[in-house]
C-alpha cells in the first residue's frame, strides 16, 4: 500500500505523559501537514513541512507540541504533559509542491487523555 | 475574517432522493474550493477542485459547483454507500492552510 501510514492508530494516556506519533507521507510528497479534529468538526490545521523545513506552525499550537520531519521522509508529532483537551484524532496529510489543496490524508491517530 | 459553513449539519435521505449540500465562504482571494469525503474513524478524502465561479465537477452520483459565494455538492439517486460525511475546504491567497468547514453528515436509508 502506497497510501500515507499512521501510527499508532490509537493511543491512551493519562494526563500529564507525552505521546508521539509517527506519520509515513507517500513517498514522491514532499509536503507534509499536520491536523487534529475533534468530532462534529472540520480538521484543524497544526503545522507544514515541506521535505525537512517547518514552514508554518499553527498560533494556536501550544508550546506542548513539536513536529519534526528529520529527512524530509518522515514525520512525528510529540505532545508533551498531555491534557484531556488535547484527547482528538490526529490526521497526517501528504502532498505534492503545486498541490494547492489536494491532501492524502492517513487513517489518523486517535488519542484519549484520561 | 475568512470563514467555511457548510449546512445543513445531517441530512438524512430515502435511497434515490436526490438533493444538495452547502457550502458558503467568506474568503479573500479565493485560490481554490475542495471537496472531501470522510467516512467514520477515517481520514478525509479529496473529491473535487473548484477554482473559479461557473465551474462543475461530476463523479459519479456527485456534482460539485461553485459561485462567488458559495458551492454546492448535488447527489443524485444517491445510495446508502455515499453515507459519510463531506467537507468543505478553501485555499486563500492570503495564507496557505486550507480553511474547513464543519461538514454535513449524510445519511442514505436503503
Known amino acids: 500500500d502506497t497510501g500515507v501510514s499512521q501510527n499508532p492508530r490509537h493511543k491512551i494516556t493519562k494526563r500529564g505523559q507525552n505521546v508521539t506519533f509517527r506519520c509515513d507521507p507517500i513517498?514522491?510528497?514532499?509536503?507534509l501537514y499536520w491536523y487534529r479534529q475533534t468530532l462534529g468538526q472540520g480538521p484543524e490545521f497544526l503545522t507544514y513541512?515541506?521535505?525537512?523545513?517547518?514552514?508554518?506552525k499553527s498560533r494556536l499550537l501550544s508550546d506542548r507540541f513539536s513536529a519534526e520531519r528529520p529527512k524530509g521522509s518522515f514525520s512525528t508529532l510529540e505532545i508533551q504533559r498531555t491534557e484531556q483537551g488535547d484527547s482528538a484524532m490526529y490526521l497526517c496529510?501528504?502532498?505534492?509542491?503545486?498541490?494547492?489543496?489536494?491532501?492524502?490524508f492517513g487513517e489518523g491517530s486517535r488519542l484519549t487523555v484520561l | 475574517e475568512d470563514q467555511v459553513t457548510q449546512s445543513p449539519e445531517a441530512l438524512r435521505l430515502q435511497e434515490g432522493e436526490s438533493s444538495s449540500l452547502n457550502c458558503s465562504y467568506t474568503?479573500?482571494?479565493?485560490?481554490?474550493l475542495f471537496w472531501y469525503r470522510q467516512d467514520p474513524g477515517k481520514g478525509p478524502e479529496f473529491l473535487f477542485t473548484?477554482?473559479?465561479?461557473?465551474e462543475e465537477k461530476e463523479k459519479e452520483r456527485l456534482k460539485a459547483t461553485l459561485t462567488k459565494k458559495e458551492s454546492f455538492l448535488h447527489i443524485t439517486a444517491p445510495k446508502p454507500e455515499d453515507s459519510a460525511t463531506y467537507l468543505c475546504?478553501?485555499?486563500?491567497?492570503?495564507?496557505?492552510?486550507?480553511?474547513w468547514g464543519a461538514g454535513t453528515k449524510l445519511i442514505i436509508k436503503p
Open positions: 496529510a501528504s502532498s505534492v509542491r503545486d498541490s494547492t489543496g489536494e491532501l492524502f
Open positions: 513517498s514522491e510528497h514532499n509536503r
Open positions: 513541512f515541506q521535505n525537512e523545513a517547518q514552514l508554518e
Open positions: 474568503v479573500s482571494g479565493l485560490r481554490g
Open positions: 473548484l477554482y473559479s465561479a461557473g
Open positions: 475546504a478553501a485555499s486563500s491567497r492570503m495564507h496557505y492552510q486550507l480553511i
